[in-house]
Antibody, heavy 130, light 109 residues
């Protein structure tokens, strides 16, 4: 059974840091791109960051709202995805989900990022407040 | 950025009825890179439909997706008690610009 379990959320003061983890099981983690997605209270879902499995995870992409403050990474030996969140702001308060990218193929090539997301984890809650 | 607008915000129906949920994009969604998800409190979002109309593995055939370009629809033909939840659409694709609709809450009337 393919499963994603997030952890590491909590209450943190503005300007501080937090590291989220996403433990995966039931699939070959090192052959999939992965994402973080969040939902702030009363708002819609927002894509946060993505990481490819290609290039030892050096291909990373970020939403403008977190670029320069958040870092996505992965440890393929532990089947785990991470999100390092620095310089946290009140507007980063949200439920954070990790999700697997199923990738997509064209007639000439296949890509590990850009497909639909499945499965997702249940989320971990981050609250930034003084 | 493609903005996805879902309607209605809340849909009140009874078990056995047909539900029609809309997801409208601000610009054409290439190659129908549109997915639908179901979300219940405390649970992981569940993939229902991808490619605008392809049911995910294990999804009952009472769920169907349709549409292309800028207008997409999720239809649940005969509502069961377990179907009452929040549904959201998502745009994906090679652009790596992933956006989501704000969701439709399907509640029991």
């Amino acid at each position: 059974q393919e499963q994603l379990v997030e952890s590491g959320g909590g209450v943190v003061q503005p300007g501080r840091s937090l590291r989220l983890s996403c433990a995966t099981s039931g699939f070959t983690f090192n052959t999939y791109g992965m994402h973080w997605v969040r939902q702030a209270p009363g708002k819609g879902l927002e894509w946060v960051a993505a990481i490819s499995y290609i290039g030892n995870g050096n291909n990373k992409y970020y939403a403008d709202s977190v670029k320069g403050r958040f870092t996505i990474s992965r440890d393929n030996s532990k089947n785990t995805l991470f999100l390092q969140m620095n310089s946290l702001r009140a507007e980063d308060t949200a439920l954070y989900y990790c999700a697997r990218d199923l990738g997509y193929c064209t007639t000439t090539s296949c890509h590990d990022l850009g497909g639909w997301f499945d499965p997702w984890g249940q989320g971990t809650l981050v609250s930034v407040s003084s | 950025e493609v903005v996805l607008t879902q309607s209605p915000g809340t849909l009140s129906l009874s078990p056995g009825e047909r539900a029609t949920l809309s997801c409208r994009a601000s610009q054409s969604v290439g190659s129908n890179y549109l997915a639908w998800f179901q979300r219940k409190p405390g649970q992981a979002p569940r993939l229902l439909i991808y490619g605008a109309s392809t049911r995910a593995t294990g999804i009952p055939d009472r769920f169907s997706g349709s549409g292309s370009g800028t207008d997409f629809t999720l239809t649940i033909s005969r509502l069961e008690p377990d179907d009452f939840a929040v549904y959201f659409c998502q745009q994906y694709g090679p652009s790596l610009l992933f956006t989501f609709g704000q969701g439709t809450k399907l509640e029991i009337k």
